[in-house]
């Protein structure tokens, strides 16, 4: 099993829809919990950054993360055609001052006009 | 602010040869970090340099292989290429090493 635990999708939804991307864990040590975007034939960057339990708003996204449960969640919002990539969770446990992120193998999302 | 910038884009190689790939992190940021990204397993993790010393170290085989000079530029060996290897290259520049900023990747095929 690995550590952490994402749906590849696809996963295909209509302009507007609200989208939910989830990751399971196993390693309750894990403090610091990430989303990338990645678009086809690019980097991944940066989406939302959240630190323990709890909800984290940034416009049109929503992370939420529930350590009880070793779950975590992204919500886009009015999902746009441009929301169309793969998504990446990431959570890293802070350990002799390095905070290299485990990543889960991500979610590719469509978003059809 | 220039982004971390990646040479060269795309790289076809044979079995046996080697590779170098080339890393130029975001201005200040001193930990550079390799990842190897496959359709099958996903993001993994090859190394972190920090400050020139190699800091972390995934589980890849010593073919791997990694170095970071005084400027913060980083490369990646790959020495005996195997089929296996086939895969995008990123590179990633942090401040601290908790948020990663990721270059466009060298995406390497090995026939």
């Known amino acids: 099993q690995k550590e952490v635990e994402q749906d590849p999708g696809p996963l295909s939804v209509p302009e507007g829809a609200i989208v939910s991307l989830n990751c399971t864990y196993s390693?309750?040590?894990?403090?610091?919990f990430m989303w990338y975007r990645q678009y086809s034939r690019k980097g991944p960057e940066l989406l939302m950054y959240t630190y323990s339990s709890g909800n984290k708003e940034d416009g049109r996204f929503t992370a939420q993360v529930d350590k009880s449960s070793k779950y975590i969640s992204l919500f886009i919002r009015d999902s746009q055609p441009s929301d169309s990539a793969t998504y990446l969770c990431?959570?890293?446990?802070?350990?002799?001052?390095?905070?290299?992120?485990?990543f889960g193998r991500g979610t590719s999302l469509i978003v059809h006009p | 602010k220039a982004g971390v910038t990646q040479t060269p884009r795309y790289l076809i190689k044979t079995r046996g040869q080697q590779v170098t790939l080339s890393c130029s992190p975001i201005?200040?940021?001193?930990?550079v970090s390799w990842y190897q990204q496959t359709p099958g397993q996903g993001l993994q993790f090859l190394f972190e340099?920090?400050?020139?010393?190699?800091?972390n170290k995934g589980n890849f085989p010593g073919r791997f292989s990694g170095r970071q000079f005084s400027n913060s530029r980083s490369e990646m060996n790959v020495s005996t290429l195997e089929l296996g290897d086939s895969a995008l290259y990123l590179c990633a520049s942090s401040p601290l090493s908790d948020e990663q900023f990721f270059g466009p990747g060298t995406r390497l095929t090995v026939l």
């Open positions: 201005s200040g940021h001193r930990s």
């Open positions: 340099y920090f400050s020139e010393t190699q800091r």
């Open positions: 990431a959570m890293s446990n802070p350990s002799g001052g390095s905070y290299i992120p485990t």
């Open positions: 390693n309750s040590a894990f403090q610091y």
